[in-house]
């Protein structure tokens, strides 16, 4: 533990589970009072437990980030509550895999829908506070999948969306002392990638050695490993690092 996010409030969606139960503990751990929302209600409630235990100061709220209206008064309370945002981590996310031919408009609506205007949804809320304390620091979730990915057409262009996203917010809020940058995580073992066996129709260990074994590193990533880097993008010192997009993957992509 360190002190690293004392005093700071983290607001992160999608944060109940996999990597943004991850990166919330992470701020956590490191001082900061930690919000989470998520539409995963069992998952929010077991993530405050366990947090409220290690005696974490953590504000939890069944919202959709589809939802304006539910993100602002989310965003209200915890300011209430806290004092502050000062950091925002644009995590929520679904999958609704297939190939084109196959693929539904409302498995292109929906993960449209919850990358993209989620994510828009949550940074314009966060802000108008951050704008007025002149200081804030919003990290998006892209991932490897921007690059394209079989199976993965709706996913790959909202991940992409999201690094142009990222790169306009930095243009526009960086007199504000805001910065924006954006974490693209590669294979990450998550309650996500385990759908994805499932899909594929193979176990999850099968899935895992696969991957690995085209990782340079030789091992699948943890919800920690991506924390790590929304940590660095998070911290006061990091502010002349703006607009950029930091593949955690265990090797080059690009």
Same mark, same amino acid.
């Given at each position: 533990?360190?002190?690293?996010?004392?005093?700071?409030?983290?607001?992160?969606?999608?944060?109940?589970?996999?990597?943004?139960?991850?990166?919330?503990?992470?701020?956590?751990?490191?001082? %900061?009072? +930690?919000?989470?929302? &998520?539409?995963? #209600?069992? $998952?929010?409630? !077991?993530?405050?437990?366990? *947090?409220?235990?290690?005696?974490?100061?953590?504000?939890?709220?069944? %919202?959709? +980030?589809?939802?304006? &209206?539910?993100? #602002?008064? $989310?965003?209200? !309370?915890?300011?209430?509550? *806290?004092?502050?945002?000062?950091?925002?981590?644009?995590?929520?996310?679904?999958?609704?895999?297939?190939?084109?031919?196959?693929?539904?408009?409302?498995?292109?609506?929906?993960?449209?829908?919850?990358?993209?205007?989620?994510?828009?949804?949550?940074?314009?809320?966060?802000?108008?506070?951050?704008?007025?304390?002149?200081?804030?620091?919003?990290?998006?979730?892209?991932?490897?999948?921007?690059?394209?990915?079989?199976?993965?057409?709706?996913?790959?262009?909202?991940?992409?969306?999201?690094?142009?996203?990222?790169?306009?917010?930095?243009?526009?809020?960086?007199?504000?002392?805001?910065?924006?940058?954006?974490?693209?995580?590669?294979?990450?073992?998550?309650?996500?990638?385990?759908?994805?066996?499932?899909?594929?129709?193979?176990?999850?260990?099968?899935?895992?050695?696969?991957?690995?074994?085209?990782?340079?590193?030789?091992?699948?990533?943890?919800?920690?490993?991506?924390?790590?880097?929304?940590?660095?993008?998070?911290?006061?010192?990091?502010?002349?690092?703006?607009?950029?997009?930091?593949?955690?993957?265990?090797?080059?992509?690009?």
């Amino acid at each position: 533990m360190s002190n690293q996010f004392e005093g700071r409030v983290a607001f992160v969606t999608g944060g109940s589970r996999g990597i943004g139960k991850g990166v919330a503990k992470r701020f956590a751990e490191d001082g %900061a009072k +930690v919000a989470i929302i &998520d539409v995963n #209600e069992e $998952a929010l409630n !077991e993530t405050q437990a366990e *947090f409220k235990e290690q005696g974490y100061d953590i504000y939890v709220k069944k %919202a959709n +980030v589809v939802h304006s &209206d539910e993100v #602002e008064s $989310a965003m209200e !309370e915890v300011v209430s509550q *806290f004092g502050s945002l000062d950091i925002l981590v644009n995590n929520a996310g679904v999958i609704r895999d297939n190939m084109l031919f196959k693929m539904t408009d409302s498995d292109w609506e929906q993960v449209m829908d919850v990358h993209l205007k989620g994510s828009f949804n949550a940074a314009r809320a966060a802000q108008k506070y951050m704008v007025k304390q002149k200081y804030g620091r919003i990290i998006n979730t892209s991932s490897t999948s921007a690059l394209g990915n079989r199976g993965q057409v709706n996913y790959s262009t909202a991940k992409a969306g999201l690094q142009g996203f990222t790169k306009t917010l930095a243009i526009e809020l960086g007199k504000f002392g805001i910065t924006a940058n954006a974490v693209a995580p590669g294979f990450i073992e998550t309650d996500m990638t385990k759908a994805t066996a499932e899909r594929i129709g193979i176990s999850f260990e099968d899935l895992v050695q696969a991957s690995v074994s085209q990782i340079p590193v030789g091992r699948s990533g943890k919800p920690e490993d991506i924390a790590n880097a929304v940590a660095f993008f998070a911290d006061e010192k990091s502010s002349f690092v703006n607009g950029q997009v930091i593949y955690v993957a265990g090797g080059p992509k690009d």
